[in-house]
């Protein structure tokens, strides 16, 4: 080996024992922060000051590391510092190695304590009594459009969107012996199979499809059965002990996945920032266009708008919308005040920091 690289293998010890140093110094003075924070009763968790460091160590950054690999980074020493502070507990839809479990550690870093949950509405109760400090459920794709279970929750539930997550989906197609020619029943989540549909229909059309709550159970019910494969996520073949059979089997590339995080309270305004709402309107003409007019009055720009049947009445339907703004901002609350006139029901569901795309 060249006396160069021993010289540099060395430079980057003395530099990585630095590091090691800085580390522990910066979670000692993390543990402080905890320490004011429990006196002063604010939680652990601010999103908006780790948004402030996040962007400001970006600003700073002259590479040779990306902006996203700096995020990466950050994230996981954020995930340190809460659990010295007070671990972070977050339910998730499960099992492991599902895509929200990827989404919660994509937010919440490997330090956080977290708890699968069956089914999404599961996820809400958790966080509901108490249990864990946030939850986080798929909301929408950007192919299949939103999770109905999800929506309806949202509807009834105390707690408030506190963020989101954005996460490429890519999936893989995962069996015990790695070979499609034994594979005759397939198994994953709905919006999965829906994804895939024009890849399974030109490569498995014999196949049978069956439904599973999510695409890492759909993974661990393929464990011991042969003649079974499952749609999913690399992960969950890791986790699993499956073999990758093909990967990259989603029929579009632009494959995203939308992940709300729930907790309690509204986020601090952070100058770039979300706001979800429901609201109802009358059923008569123009009732739709005279509640959207205060949006367009106050120049309040609207990302999303769905419309969800309610349950009460056939035929009538409820607005998820999503604009920019919080909604301590001036302009949003007098366009709120005009919104509730023009509605029969307004329900913000949450203020919170505009997501990123994981990578």
């Known amino acids: 080996m060249s006396d160069t690289l021993h010289t540099l293998r060395d430079a980057i010890q003395v530099l990585d024992e630095e590091i090691v140093r800085l580390l522990n110094e910066r979670a000692e003075l993390s543990v402080q922060v905890g320490g004011y924070k429990k006196k002063q009763g604010l939680d652990v968790h601010d999103p908006r000051r780790e948004r402030e460091l996040v962007s400001y160590l970006e600003g700073v950054n002259k590479g040779p590391i990306s902006a996203s690999s700096l ?45 699968a949950q069956p089914t999404v509405f599961d996820v809400f109760e958790e966080v509901e009594k108490r249990r864990a400090d946030f939850g ?4 929408e794709n950007s ?13 009834s539930t105390p707690l408030s969107i506190v963020g989101d997550v954005y996460l490429p989906i890519s999936h893989c197609l995962l069996s015990i ?6 594979v005759k029943k397939i198994y994953s989540h709905p919006q999965a199979l829906a994804q895939c549909q024009r890849w399974l229909r030109n490569n498995l059309p014999r196949c049978e499809l069956h439904e599973e709550e999510s695409t890492a159970k759909a993974a661990r019910r393929v464990m011991n059965d042969e003649e079974a494969a499952a749609v999913g996520s690399k992960a969950a073949a890791l986790t699993y002990g499956l073999a990758v059979t093909a990967e990259g089997i989603e029929d ?8 709300l995080v729930l907790g309690e309270g509204i986020s601090a305004a952070t100058g770039r920032d ?23 009055d106050k120049g309040i720009n609207l990302t999303k708008i769905v419309s969800h049947p309610t349950k009460e009445r056939i035929w009538e339907y409820l607005f998820f919308v999503d604009f920019t703004g919080h909604a301590d901002d001036e302009k949003v609350a007098a366009c709120m005040e005009k919104l509730r006139e023009a509605c029969t029901f307004v329900k913000v569901l949450g203020s919170y920091p505009m997501g990123e795309q994981q990578s």
């Open 274 to 296: 979300k706001t979800s709402i429901v609201f109802g309107v009358r059923h008569e003409p123009g009732a739709l266009l005279r509640s959207l007019n205060p949006f367009s």
């Open 136 to 139: 986080v459920v798929p909301a």
């Open 177 to 182: 012996g790695g070979e499609m020619k034994t």
């Open 252 to 259: 579009h590339p632009l494959n995203v996945t939308r992940f």
């Open 143 to 155: 192919l299949e459009g939103s999770v109905k279970q999800t929506l309806d929750k949202l509807i």
């Open 71 to 115: 995020r990466q980074i950050y994230r996981e020493i954020l995930s340190v510092s809460r659990s010295l502070q007070k671990p972070a507990t977050a339910a998730y839809l499960g099992p492991e190695a599902s895509f929200t479990h990827l989404a919660a550690r994509s937010r919440f870093g490997g330090d956080a304590v977290f708890s």
